[in-house]
């Protein structure tokens, strides 16, 4: 787990959404229907729901999630969202989930490579439909 020390030298923080793009995120979760897939010849129903998403350098992940209590792994949208928050730009990440953030340092098995890239495509396309509903309640 980071120390106090750790964070303040790395500059970790939260960035949440401002409260109303996230009132609105809830909003359009309560009304959206999302898919069932199927992979590997299990059925899965999709989920989407707000949690706390953590981003770090090679190596901290396992130290950020626990720190953080995370729900996903993420670090695609981490510059885009600390540049909005730099600007004052009110910004929401919409993040399909194909990896868990691994605990104690070891992935399982739908957390690690090939969890990765056979949910992948899945996940991509999940977040993109529910990103086109939320779109009608900004």
């Not at 953080?68 to 885009?80: I, K, Q, R, T």
């Amino acid at each position: 787990k980071m120390t106090a020390k750790e964070m303040a030298y790395w500059k970790v923080e939260p960035l949440r959404p401002p409260a109303s793009l996230l009132a609105l995120a809830q909003k359009a979760i309560a009304t959206y229907k999302p898919p069932t897939e199927t992979v590997a010849g299990e059925t899965y129903q999709t989920r989407v729901r707000t949690g706390i998403v953590v981003t770090s350098d090679e190596g901290r992940q396992a130290d950020a999630a626990e720190t953080f209590h995370a729900d996903l792994g993420e670090m695609e949208s981490a510059a885009f969202a600390r540049s909005c928050d730099i600007l004052g730009v009110p910004c929401i990440v919409v993040r399909g989930g194909s990896n868990k953030p691994p605990v104690n340092g070891k992935d399982d098995e739908q957390s690690g490579y090939e969890g990765y890239r056979h949910l992948s495509p899945i996940a991509a396309r999940d977040a993109a439909l529910f990103g086109v509903h939320l779109i009608k309640y900004l």
